[in-house]
């Protein structure tokens, strides 16, 4: 009689445990993507894509993540150059030459997904979108 309380219980716990995780998986797919975005992106634009006042742009309405998605990869891969501010301090975004067509690909879709942002951009796609911004022989940077 113990033994099968105790068994029950015990399945039960499993049971729990099982949903539990699948649920946490279900919240966030493109974990890979968001430890890339806070690792790569997020010490500038910060975490939620707010950017620094008058320094960092805020991204979370970027036209990069709308009509120009075409060009995010790109934008990754090779950064962006000359943005001067009232101030005249000039930061310019890294580019991100070791990041790789797939690790680009999971940090547009964690931003596509997590910021609700718009459909998923398939791996081909990003693929074909790198392919004509390959990177310089001599590359240089991170
Ligand atoms: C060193 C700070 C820095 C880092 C790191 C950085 N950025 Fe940027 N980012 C900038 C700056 C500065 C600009 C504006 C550049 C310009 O307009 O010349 C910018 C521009 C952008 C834009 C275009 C904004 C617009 O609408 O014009 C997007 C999108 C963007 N970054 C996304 C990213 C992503 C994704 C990453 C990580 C892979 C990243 N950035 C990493 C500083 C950074």
Redesign the pocket.
Known sequence: MLRSYWLSISSLLLFALIILSSVQCDENIYIQGERL?VF??G???MDDGSGLKNI??D?RN????DEEIKD?PC??RHG????VVEDSII????V?YKLTEYEINN?INYLMTDWEKGPIVSITTTRNLLDECPIPDNRYGQ
């Open positions: 975005y790569h992106c010490s500038c634009h960092i742009p991204i970027s036209r990069y993540l995010l934008l990754i962006k150059q000359g943005f930061i310019d975004m890294p991100n940090i």
